[in-house]
């Protein structure tokens, strides 16, 4: 069990991996497995990539608007905010950009000699554990790519939701394999999603991402990234986007 942060730190942990497990907790990972599990096929794509709209009408698909711009309309088409999505009309097929999580799942999963991706959340830490237990205990390895945020000028901020994120598959993977093996950086992610554990809901409120969407007038987003475990489905990335992965 590997870890490593954001988009180069991915690329790097993820070189020989089996498998490689994107977490990016507000909002890309939890409003994608919220879409997976009522039956939308999610195309990520590059964030303010001038091609996203000809790559959604390509794919037969509806491209998602920004949270803010999906308050103000009538009839909103889906966005990156969970809490609109757990309200709208599920569609077929969803290009959902972000500039972390989804970005960072575009170019994983396309660069050569891919590993499997899934994309992990908090609401689905659970089902991701179970799905990748048999692969662990045979052997396969494993690199976490918490997505973290990004500072006005582009740097890497990571984010502390992501880091929880990251270890409550790592708690509940455990809980399966007990014997896996985990670098020094899993190992404290782990720990540090064992302090906020029992206060999670209070700890994604108070982090600087939580406090951030709730000056916006998003807290609705934040409460339901916290909902552990809510979302029974594994986001696993194929050729035409994310869909529930197989049962192993």
């Given amino acids: ?9 991915g690329a ?35 964030w303010k990539d001038e091609r996203t709209a000809e790559y959604a009408a390509e794919h037969g698909a509806v491209l998602a608007v920004g949270r803010h711009e999906a308050r103000v309309l009538e009839n909103p088409p889906p966005s990156l905010s969970p809490a609109q999505l757990l309200e709208a009309d599920p569609v077929p097929r969803l290009v959902l950009p972000s500039p972390n999580g989804s970005t960072i799942c575009a170019a994983l999963g396309t660069a050569p000699g891919a590993p499997a991706l899934v ?7 659970a089902a991701v554990a179970a799905w990748l237990a048999p692969q662990v205990a045979a052997g396969a390895t ?53 302090l906020v554990a029992d206060p999670l ?3 994604l409120d108070r982090c600087a991402s939580g406090r951030e969407l709730t000056a916006v007038g998003f807290a609705a987003d934040v409460r339901a990234a916290a909902h552990l475990d809510a979302d029974d489905v594994v986001p696993l990335l194929g050729p035409d986007g994310f869909a529930p992965a197989p049962v192993l």
């Avoid at 069990?1 to 730190?9: A, C, F, S, V």
């Avoid at 994309?119 to 830490?125: D, F, K, M, P, V």
């Fill in 12 to 46: 790097a942990v993820a070189a020989g991996a089996d498998v490689a497990v994107v977490v990016d907790v507000l909002s890309f990972t939890t409003t994608l497995g919220i879409a997976v599990a009522r039956g939308t096929r999610v195309l990520p794509f590059a």
């Fill in 142 to 194: 494993v690199a976490l790519v918490p997505a973290g945020e990004r500072w006005p000028d582009g740097s890497l901020r990571p984010a502390l939701e992501d880091l929880w994120g990251a270890g409550a598959v790592l708690a509940a993977l455990t809980a399966h394999v007990p014997d896996a093996r985990l670098s020094i950086e899993a190992e404290h992610a782990a720990a540090a999603y064992a």
């Fill in 201 to 203: 809901p209070d700890a």
């Fill in 1 to 9: 069990m590997r870890l490593e942060w954001g988009p180069t730190g």
């Fill in 119 to 125: 994309g992990a959340s908090l609401r689905t830490r």
